[in-house]
């Protein structure tokens, strides 16, 4: 594995536009901590699960300062994955993987700042000694995320993208969703946090330095998304979290208040779904074995699967279980023999007070 920044071929790459230029010029040179950024969008550690805050406190200092991202997209069950971190940064979420990960898992980080990637690649060895690992399980790879095969991640080779409030920052979304599926395993995860907005922002907003460098301008139509998704072959994403981004410079406000901006952790996988939650009458049950999770697992905003207690399941969700590296950790049952309609969203019969029913999940 590398020890220095891979550089994307110069042959290969975009003419450089002006959206990529103020991003690089914000976040290399304007940008010195997150306590410069004038949203509240930047998530600190006190969000994390307890057991991941304790590992963040575990990462170097500097590192720790300059992260910029907006949720918590570290999925569990982790050991031995190979994950890809799109828009690094100064790695705090890749050092955060790799531990997570362990010593036979990999983590590599796309970035096309090399001031952060410098930052990033500085303290390597400080965490490989730090973790205990014989050798650094992260690579740092320089370059733009739109345009991953130009830095030779091959097709079906990674079990999980994240990324943190930085797929806002590209001007060609639709490449960057569609190399995400491309590199992606089949049953791979998609894990990401990004701003959100509730319109689409005015076009004489879109290149202005600071919104795009505050994650505005380029924040994603939730309709827009779903559309991107469904182009590029997922059709049912999930929600995991959400919560709102106040803007807290005044300037701000007068130029893009009339816009609702929330920050949402979506999760996805690269599978054959439907693009409605249809019933089978399937049932999954979880074992309560992924670390960390011994009392339930949450998949989305929507099912929260407590450990031995059925949970009736579309047809989606249950692929979305048993399909993907959260297999060994579910029992399902049913199959595909019956189809009884569109999966009912509503409690099923008997659920009320004393219902000993199955219990149903609104998907």
């Not at 890749?94 to 990960?101: E, G, I, N, Q, T």
């Not at 999980?160 to 049953?187: Q, T």
């Not at 399941?313 to 249950?318: I, K, R, S």
């Amino acid at each position: 594995m590398s020890s220095t920044l891979t550089s994307l071929p110069s042959p290969s790459a975009p003419s450089p536009s002006s959206t990529l230029g103020h991003v690089r010029e914000y976040y290399g040179r304007v940008l010195s901590s997150s306590a410069d950024l004038k949203t509240g969008a930047c998530c600190t550690s006190d969000s994390l699960p307890p057991y991941l805050r304790a590992l963040v406190e575990d990462i170097h200092p500097e590192i720790r300062d300059r992260f910029y991202g907006c949720g918590s997209p570290i999925p569990p069950a982790l050991q031995g994955a190979t994950v890809l971190d799109l828009g690094c940064g100064t790695g705090r979420d890749c050092y955060l993987l790799s531990r997570l990960v362990g010593e036979e898992g990999r983590v590599l980080g796309v970035d096309m700042t090399r001031e952060q990637l410098e930052v990033a690649q500085e303290h390597r060895d400080w965490h490989a000694a730090r973790y205990g690992h014989r050798r650094s399980n992260v690579e740092f790879l320089e370059g733009i995320i739109e345009d991953l095969a130009g830095l030779g991640i091959a097709d079906d080779s990674v079990d999980l993208v994240v990324s943190n409030c930085v797929i806002n920052l590209s001007p060609e979304k639709e490449r960057v969703f569609s190399e995400i599926f491309r590199v992606l395993k089949p049953g791979g995860e998609l894990f990401f946090s990004d701003v959100f907005a509730d319109r689409r922002i005015p076009s004489h907003l879109r290149e202005d330095p600071v919104l795009l460098g505050e994650c505005l301008a380029g924040a994603l139509y939730t309709e827009d998304f779903r559309r991107l998704l469904a182009r590029a072959g997922c059709p049912d994403f999930r929600e995991v979290a959400r919560a709102p981004v106040p803007l807290l410079d005044p300037a701000l406000e007068e130029k893009i208040g009339m816009v609702t901006f929330t920050s949402r952790t979506i999760r996805a996988f690269k599978l054959e779904l439907e693009d409605r939650c249809e019933d089978y009458g399937e049932v999954a049950t979880y074992r309560g074995t992924i670390p960390h999770h011994p009392h339930a697992f949450q998949l989305d905003d929507h099912h929260r699967f407590e450990s031995g207690r059925p949970l009736r399941v579309c047809g989606n969700t249950a692929d979305m279980l048993g399909l993907t590296r959260y297999a060994p950790h579910f029992q399902l049952q049913g199959d595909r023999s019956t189809h009884f309609g569109l999966f009912d969203c509503a409690p099923g019969p008997g659920q009320g007070e004393g219902g000993g029913d199955q219990p149903a999940a609104c998907c």
